[in-house]
Structures are given as C-alpha cells and as structure tokens.
C-alpha cells in the first residue's frame, strides 16, 4: 500500500524524481516561497571535473620542499543543457509552481539572458501583470570576456507572488551590504549597512571555496540566502523542484526553514546526500529512506519495511 511521501509537520524532503511526476502528488498552497534554477537551454553539455592530487615519484607537478604529485580526475558531474522546445518542457512545471505556492507566497524563477524575456510573458500570463514584484540581476565578476560583444556576467531572478495584496516580504532580515560611501550616512547607518536593491553583487562559488560540492552550475548561498531571508518565515516550507545540488535545502536549513527538493538526477542526489545535514528524509520511486535522523540509525530492518511511494 502506498504511503504519503510528504506531510507538513514530517521533515524535510529530498525526492528523486522527475518533477512532472513529483508535483501533482504536492498539495495545493503548501509553499510559502518557491524557488527554482531549472536548465538554462545554452544548447551545450554543462560538465564539471573533481581532480586531486596523489605524491608520486613519476608526478607531472612539483609541490613543497621538491615533492613530486600526480593530478588524478575522481568525477565528472554533467548534463544536456538543451531542448527542442523548452517552453513546452518548462510551462505545465511554471503552472505547478503556481497551484503550490501558498496565497502568500512568492516565486523566484533563476535564469539567464537566452530565455529571460520570454519567461516574463509566459509569467505575466500565468500569475497576472499585477502579481510580478521584481527583476533581480545577480551580476558577478568571472570567467572568460568576449572582445567580438559585450561579455555577459549576469543572471536574471523574476520575482512573482500570488496575491500582490497579501504577500509576505521582509526586509529587516535580509543581510544588508556596506555602503560604497560609508562617510557620507551616519557612523549608526555605516555599520548596519544597507538594504539590498534589485541588483545584487556577489561572486559565483569559489572554485577552492568550502561551499563547492562540484556540481555544475552550483548557486552561492549567499544569493539564495538573501531570497529565504525575504520572503519566509522561520518555520515555513520552501520548494526547490530542479534541486541540483540542494543549495536552497543548505540554506533554509540554517535559517530554520523546512524543504522539499526535487531532482531526478542520481548524481545531484548524491551530492546532496552529503551535503545536507539533519532531519531530512530521502524518497525515490520504490521506497522512503531516513538520512541524518534517528530513523537512519534504526537499521536496515525499518527500510526494508517501508512501503512504496507513490511516485
């Protein structure tokens, strides 16, 4: 007999799975923030390499005091980042994302410049003119610059909310930045800082930093912390159906919000099953899995019994 996979006062949930098979089996209004950082149709594979390093007599790099390392490859994260019709792969996702979020809620659409302007007219239809709130440009500093067009170093966040009379947004627990003039305001407003605007600086994941997990296309959490700061509230369910590797997960478990994320990828499972600390439960298509709760250490007895979920 099937079980429930989800219940608003179970843990938080990482599912594998397709997110068109996932989402119908979500309960209407259940999300107070929605966000989603789907595949941005470049058209190319989007690939990530792990390397380290190993001594060796016969290494190809020479490190301290003469030391001799070989480079040795340990993974390669990748995925197709093109469709034949990506509107049509991505609206009846978009319609979902509405029917969850809550009637005070918001939804944060991640892309870049290739498919931004259409996504704003299918949105507009979708939520109503009157429901959409921002154009975020998350602008960063990094990687290659073309000298045949002006390089592009952004992304763009839509910001929509359901009820544009209702929604829930709060700028006092956003983290605030330092004022680029901190001499011209008070030494008061100088060292609290000030609130963000619809443009936000921040560097993408370093490549050396703690934060990478490797995968393709990582988020910093800094941006998506900025995004669950606003628009939730301790307690709240937050929603990430192209989870990659569970960066708003990260974050909204620090913040003290609980989560659902969704991907069907094992590779970004598995990234997320080490990075996700906690009472977080684990479900794909043949049966619930505990991780990182006193169910995990109830043994294999209590998984083998479990029944199938419904997906």
């Given at each position: 007999?099937?079980?429930?996979?989800?219940?608003?006062?179970?843990p938080s949930l990482v599912v594998e799975g397709d997110n068109a098979a996932v989402l119908p089996l979500l309960p209407?209004?259940?999300?107070?923030?929605?966000?989603?950082d789907p595949p941005f149709n470049t058209g190319r594979v989007q690939r990530r390499e792990t390397m380290r390093t190993v001594r060796a007599t016969d290494g190809d790099r020479v490190g301290f005091k003469g030391q001799t390392?070989?480079?040795?490859?340990?993974?390669?994260?990748?995925?197709?980042?093109v469709f034949s019709d990506y509107w049509a792969f991505l609206e009846p996702r978009l319609e979902e994302a509405w029917?969850?979020?809550?009637?005070?809620?918001?939804f944060y659409l991640h892309l870049d410049y290739r498919e931004a302007h259409y996504a704003k007219v299918l949105l507009?239809?979708?939520?109503?003119?009157?429901?959409?709130?921002?154009?975020?440009?998350?602008?960063?500093?990094?990687?290659?610059?073309?000298?045949?067009?002006?390089?592009?170093?952004?992304?763009t966040i839509l910001v929509y909310v359901k009820d544009p009379a209702r929604y829930f947004f709060d700028s006092e627990e956003v983290d605030r930045e330092p004022y680029m003039a901190p001499g011209l305001v008070t030494p008061e407003k100088a060292a609290r800082g000030k609130l963000p605007t619809d443009v936000w600086w921040h560097?993408?994941?370093?490549?050396?930093?703690?934060?990478k997990t490797g995968y393709p296309t990582q988020k910093p959490e800094g941006v998506l912390r900025?995004?669950?700061?606003?628009?939730?509230?301790?307690?709240?369910?937050v929603l990430d159906f192209?989870?990659?590797?569970?960066?708003?997960?990260?974050?909204?478990?620090?913040?003290?919000?609980?989560?659902?994320?969704?991907?069907?990828?094992?590779?970004?499972?598995?990234?997320?099953?080490?990075?996700?600390?906690?009472?977080?439960r684990f479900v794909d298509a043949v049966q619930p899995r505990s991780h990182g709760s006193a169910a995990a250490s109830r043994g294999s007895a209590d998984a083998s019994a479990s029944s199938p979920v419904s997906i």
């Amino acid at each position: 007999m099937a079980i429930s996979f989800w219940t608003p006062d179970g843990p938080s949930l990482v599912v594998e799975g397709d997110n068109a098979a996932v989402l119908p089996l979500l309960p209407d209004g259940a999300f107070s923030l929605i966000y989603i950082d789907p595949p941005f149709n470049t058209g190319r594979v989007q690939r990530r390499e792990t390397m380290r390093t190993v001594r060796a007599t016969d290494g190809d790099r020479v490190g301290f005091k003469g030391q001799t390392y070989r480079s040795v490859r340990e993974r390669v994260l990748a995925f197709d980042d093109v469709f034949s019709d990506y509107w049509a792969f991505l609206e009846p996702r978009l319609e979902e994302a509405w029917r969850l979020l809550a009637d005070d809620g918001t939804f944060y659409l991640h892309l870049d410049y290739r498919e931004a302007h259409y996504a704003k007219v299918l949105l507009d239809s979708l939520f109503g003119r009157e429901c959409f709130l921002n154009e975020i440009v998350w602008a960063y500093d990094y990687g290659a610059r073309s000298k045949a067009k002006w390089p592009a170093k952004h992304d763009t966040i839509l910001v929509y909310v359901k009820d544009p009379a209702r929604y829930f947004f709060d700028s006092e627990e956003v983290d605030r930045e330092p004022y680029m003039a901190p001499g011209l305001v008070t030494p008061e407003k100088a060292a609290r800082g000030k609130l963000p605007t619809d443009v936000w600086w921040h560097t993408i994941v370093s490549p050396t930093g703690k934060e990478k997990t490797g995968y393709p296309t990582q988020k910093p959490e800094g941006v998506l912390r900025r995004i669950v700061q606003a628009s939730s509230r301790p307690g709240d369910w937050v929603l990430d159906f192209f989870a990659g590797s569970g960066t708003l997960g990260a974050v909204a478990a620090l913040l003290g919000r609980r989560f659902v994320l969704v991907d069907e990828s094992p590779e970004a499972i598995a990234v997320m099953r080490k990075r996700l600390d906690g009472d977080v439960r684990f479900v794909d298509a043949v049966q619930p899995r505990s991780h990182g709760s006193a169910a995990a250490s109830r043994g294999s007895a209590d998984a083998s019994a479990s029944s199938p979920v419904s997906i």
